[in-house]
Nanobody
Framework: QVQLVQSGGGLVQSGGSLRLSCAAS?????????VGWFRQAPGKDREFVTA??????FYTDSVKGRFTISKDNAKNTMYLQMNSLKPEDTAVYYC?????????????????WGQGTQVTVSS
């Protein structure tokens, strides 16, 4: 059974940093076409944040230069390092994994999702 279990998140002041982790089980992370992170703020749709294919990483414009996606194949875990956080980054963050190719920013591409973790950035 495939599972993605998230950890990290919490409350941080504007300008601070947080790291989210997403541990995969049931399938090696190297076998996924892509892994990614999405977020959902209250009253808004889930939006793309970043994705990592076997060769490239992709970021939404609002997080470029501040967020970094990575993975540790030996630990079967992916990470989202978030620096210079802003109040508008406040949301529930979800990790996701896609078994087949497609548009990285499309939630429909992803087959498996983490449980979500709250990130709150105070001003």
């Amino acid at each position: 059974q495939v599972q993605l279990v998230q950890s990290g998140g919490g409350l941080v002041q504007s300008g601070g940093s947080l790291r989210l982790s997403c541990a995969a089980s049931g399938r090696p992370i190297t076998m996924y076409y892509a892994v990614g992170w999405f977020r959902q703020a209250p009253g808004k749709d889930r939006e793309f944040v970043t994705a990592l294919s076997r060769s490239y990483s992709f970021y939404t414009d609002s997080v470029k230069g501040r967020f970094t996606i990575s993975k540790d194949n030996a630990k079967n875990t992916m990470y989202l390092q978030m620096n210079s956080l802003k109040p508008e980054d406040t949301a529930v963050y979800y990790c996701a994994a896609a078994a087949r190719g497609g548009s990285y920013a499309d939630t429909g591409l992803y087959d498996y999702w983490g449980q979500g973790t709250q990130v709150t950035v105070s001003s």
